[in-house]
């Protein structure tokens, strides 16, 4: 088992930043692929940022390009998500995810960015944006 813990969510306005991390335990953590999503009332839970096992392949969502970076340490079994430029748009649930094996580092992108491949997940932490 996998177990996932975010922190860091708040209230910040519009240009600001935030630092979102997870904390995860399970004796195989470092090996899953993990990925941040999103998700608003009433809709699909939106792919954010994910990293493969390694650390060495990282994808992005259209909406997290150029603004967010993804960073993990398997020593601490830590995964972040720096968030800068912060606009309305941002504010949702923010979650952290633990794939049951690792697609994005096997080059899987489709399967890596979809929340169904995502075994293991956090209670969410809260991210609002003020204009």
């Known amino acids: 088992q996998v177990q996932l813990v975010e922190s860091g969510g708040g209230l910040v306005q519009a240009g600001g930043s935030l630092r979102l991390s997870c904390a995860a335990s399970?004796?195989?953590?470092?090996?899953?692929?993990m990925a941040w999503f999103r998700q608003t009332t009433g809709l699909e839970r939106e792919f954010v940022a994910g990293i493969s096992g390694s650390g060495e392949r990282i994808h992005y969502g259209d909406s997290a390009k150029g603004r967010f970076t993804i960073s993990r340490d398997n020593a601490k079994n830590t995964v972040n998500l720096q968030m800068n430029n912060l606009q309305p748009a941002d504010t949702a649930v923010y979650y952290c995810a633990a794939d049951s094996r690792d697609s994005l580092g096997s080059g899987w992108l489709v399967a890596g960015t979809t929340p169904r491949t995502y075994a293991y997940w956090g209670q969410g932490t809260q991210v609002t944006v003020s204009s």
């Open positions: 399970g004796r195989t953590a470092s090996r899953h692929g």
